[in-house]
């Protein structure tokens, strides 16, 4: 970044190779490409770790857990503020139990018996069940025809997904897709509804704590289901692991809040757009995970919905009280969800 304060100084003579500084948009798509990249290799390899062995809730819980504790070191490098206790009741039933633990707990089932790319398009759909959802709970979420388009085509993309299984024996080959479209639904409303009651920003506190009452719920209901307390494999549970915990947790959402900040919610979610591409590309080349025309054909639909939909979205007026609608919280993530 260039100081301003600095008297202007004559233009260099030219050398033959720019020597420009990366105009600020141009690195925030940089850094959103890579948080996609980041975020999307996310569900092949829960995929592994539950082949391996892992149950799902158990592995999401412990996941959730190392993810609290290991943000906690960077609320405080940072002093980020700490939520009051009215901004904490919102933060946790809707960002913490909808939006992680009923998120959470569903997807990781649901990637039993999907693979992780086939997890990474579907949950691809999240802004379109949010949009859907928050039409009459929230004033920012307006748009007209373009935008119903955009969710009936994008819902179209959702149901050729389902198409397979719902044509195998019995329909059994529908439980995986279901229970991930009702990880989507779970997100969205928890987004929605968090929203709508508080205004507070997310901070990297707010996250840790969410993240934390996610990890003991998931837990709580693992154990109660009676699944086992191995994590699998040793090695591949490890690894696995420490790859969700750092790389899309620590990492990630340290990305994220650098783009929200700097450029604002609207650029940070397009990492919506990349998050189905790095999965069906991860599960591909490095787990050997089938890419089919169905899971092509419904991310392409998907995604020119979320399209349709993002154009046609109307400005709301400012809510009563001449407050201004509450901003889009960054856990929610949506379009940019993590998994």
Do not use: C
């Amino acid at each position: 970044m260039s100081d301003s304060s600095a008297a202007p100084a004559a233009p260099p003579a030219p050398t033959g190779r720019s020597s420009a500084p990366i105009d600020p948009g141009t690195a925030d798509l940089l850094l959103v490409v890579l948080l996609g990249v980041f975020w999307g290799s996310a569900f092949p390899v829960i995929r592994a770790g539950i082949v391996a062995g892992a149950p799902p809730l158990l592995f999401a819980s412990v996941r959730y857990l190392l993810t609290a504790l290991a943000l906690v070191p960077i609320a405080i490098l940072l002093k980020a503020p700490r939520p009051t206790r009215a901004e904490l009741l919102p933060a946790v039933a809707f960002g913490g139990l909808l939006m992680i633990a009923g998120y959470g707990a569903l997807l990781y089932v649901g990637e039993s018996s999907v693979s992780g790319g086939f997890a990474a398009v579907l949950t691809a759909s999240a802004p379109l069940a949010s949009a859907l959802i928050g039409y009459r709970l929230l004033p920012s979420e307006r748009f007209g025809g373009p935008g119903v388009a955009g969710l009936l085509i994008g819902f179209a993309g959702v149901a050729v997904l389902a198409l397979p299984g719902a044509a195998s024996p019995a329909g059994r080959g529908l439980v995986g897709p279901l229970f991930v479209f009702a990880a989507v639904m779970a997100f969205a409303s928890g987004s929605v509804l968090l929203r709508r009651t508080s205004s507070a920003a997310t901070t990297f506190w707010t996250l840790s704590i969410q993240f934390a009452v996610a990890g003991a719920a998931v837990g709580l209901l693992g154990v109660g289901s009676g699944e086992s307390l191995t994590l699998g494999t040793p090695v591949t549970a490890a690894g696995t692991l420490a790859f969700l915990v750092v790389v899309p947790g620590v990492v990630g959402y340290s990305l994220y809040f650098r783009i929200h900040h700097s450029s604002g919610p609207t650029r940070a979610n397009l990492v919506g757009y990349v998050n189905p591409v790095t999965g069906l590309l991860v599960g591909l080349v490095i787990f050997g995970e089938a890419v089919t025309d169905v899971e092509l054909a419904g991310l392409a639909l998907i995604a020119l919905g979320i399209f349709l939909l993002q154009r046609d979205r109307r400005p709301s007026s400012p809510a009563r009280g001449g407050r201004a609608a509450a901003p889009p919280t960054p856990a929610l993530p949506t379009p940019a969800k993590p998994p």
